[in-house]
């Protein structure tokens, strides 16, 4: 069965590198071909290993295009890195400063990026998923600081790279954290962002469109019921996920998102303490 699995997550990557190197061959020019390749490799990679849900970078963009502002307080403040000890703790706020990462290159906060690179860093290595995460993407990032668009497809990379490296690696409970955390953070920052614009519509729809990827991350959950690890956490989501249950549409009610508010607020503030 190892085996197995082992094969199977090989030829995940070696499909993921062929659709990428055939992307890269077609391009014309440098620009052009790092463009192309990450928007293939996004393709590639949600069809080849299914990356399960939106990245908080997808919602953060969603956020950007609505004409959110950004407000530095709603991140998890870079301080919090040395609280976190235990490998489930660094794993959930891994994927919280992933989506504060997300947060500050989306709307091009140069200081802020480079912080949440830095404590990023610090819990990948803690990690010891350091090969997921080099010095040359750190560097990428540093060098295209100015450039939005292909800062953007960088960090998006590197979602796809963590989770591949660790589902490839015998780590899928940790890369189920990663996600968790990520996804949280990402919901948590939109509702402060509908509640500071007065529920903005389209950030009432942001938020009712979770319902979906917090129901899949739930799927994801399932068959780690005997970690214990994985079945907190997934234990923490389900008042969230009777909330969303009320739920039809796009729209909320004043009351189901105070609801949802309450609750994501609860659960990040348990994450990030």
Known sequence: MKTRKLTIARTSTLLLALAVVMFVVSCGNRQAKEAENTTTKEEAFKSVTKYPIPTSFEVIKLLNNAGATYI????????????????????LNLG?????????????MKQETMNYLKVSKKLIDELQITSAFNVEFAQRVEKN???????????????????????????????????????VEGLYITTQMAIISKNDADMIKIVANQKEPLSKLLDLMKPYSNDQDVTEIANTLKPLVDIFATINGDTLTPEQFEQINKEISLVRGAIVQ
């Open 145 to 183: 600081i100015d450039n939005k668009d292909s800062l953007i497809h960088i960090i998006s990379d590197s979602f796809y790279d963590t989770y591949e490296f660790l589902v490839n690696n015998g780590k899928d409970n940790t890369s189920i954290l990663v996600m968790t955390g990520s996804w």
């Open 72 to 91: 530095l307080s709603l991140s998890n403040p870079i301080e919090n890195v040395d609280k976190y000890i235990p490998a489930k703790s660094k794993a």
């Open 96 to 108: 919280v400063y992933g989506a504060d990462l997300s947060y500050a290159s989306t709307y091009q």
